[in-house]
């Protein structure tokens, strides 16, 4: 059974399968350029060139390369990398098509076309405004993030946005979270963080005094939520239980 944390005055959440998730699955986004290009690939091995893309831009050059590029030159080689990983000749990487094609996959996760958000989530954005509570978002997340929030409309109802590459520190270091308290003045203990992910939202959450939930989708959501109150919650309407 949810516990009510009645002395909540900040609710902050993250970004990517908390608030929103791809309208699509990214093999898919990445596959259809090359695919009407002539370039033939299956959405697993583009999936798996993705997860390495990815894997290698964030160990070489963390928070989207902060402090040595901007983040859509990160974005450009890990698309690169992407459609190497999968075969594509460095040759035609530069055709012109490719290239306008890669800008416009760059463009598509800057607003709603790459992104839907969880269909709960104005309904429990307009319950903490009611209630005169703060709310915030903290996210490892490039310029991109606090845009696609403005295209689906909901960027309003957040006091505050903190971008990782604005402070230059990552979750899970809890600075940043230190930092969102900061910014306006609540008290760790009276407030409340959400996100997907024990170890980059709760652990250093609960690190720096924080009370903190995982919101989970899966088919054990439920089951989660209900042997592990203080930990999970069953999707974000939870929320309106409990604070």
Same mark, same amino acid.
């Given at each position: 059974m949810n516990r009510r944390l009645g002395h909540i005055r900040l609710v902050t959440f993250d970004l990517y399968e908390t608030l929103y998730t791809p309208c699509e699955p990214i093999e898919k986004t990445y596959a259809a350029p090359l695919l009407r290009h002539g370039i033939h690939v299956d959405t697993q091995s583009v999936h798996a060139g993705f997860s390495q893309a990815m894997?290698?831009?964030r160990t070489h050059y963390p928070n989207y390369g902060f402090g040595l590029m901007n983040s859509r030159q990160w974005w450009r080689q890990v698309i690169d990398m992407t459609w190497k990983n999968i075969g594509v000749p460095s040759s035609?990487? !530069?055709n012109n098509r490719l290239l306008t094609a890669r800008e416009s996959l760059i463009d598509r996760f800057n607003t709603?076309? !790459?992104y839907k958000m969880f269909d709960e989530v104005p309904k429990v954005l307009k319950y903490l405004r009611m209630?005169? &509570?703060k709310t915030g978002v903290i996210s490892n997340m490039d310029e991109a993030?606090?845009?696609v929030l403005c295209h689906l409309g909901i960027r309003s109802y957040f006091d505050f946005v903190l971008k990782s590459t604005t402070v230059g &520190?990552?979750?899970p270091d809890p600075r940043i979270f230190e930092l969102a308290l900061s910014a306006v003045g609540v008290p760790a203990y009276d407030a409340l963080h959400v996100g997907d992910s024990k170890e980059m939202d709760f652990d250093p959450a609960i690190?720096? !005094?924080m009370n903190a939930r995982i919101v989970s989708r899966g088919r054990d959501a439920a089951d989660l939520a209900a042997r592990y109150p203080g930990q999970y919650i069953a999707g974000l309407l939870d929320l309106t239980k409990i604070v």
């Open positions: 894997k290698h831009m035609y990487l !530069g709603s076309e !790459g209630r005169g &509570i993030g606090e845009k &520190i990552q979750k690190k720096v !005094g």
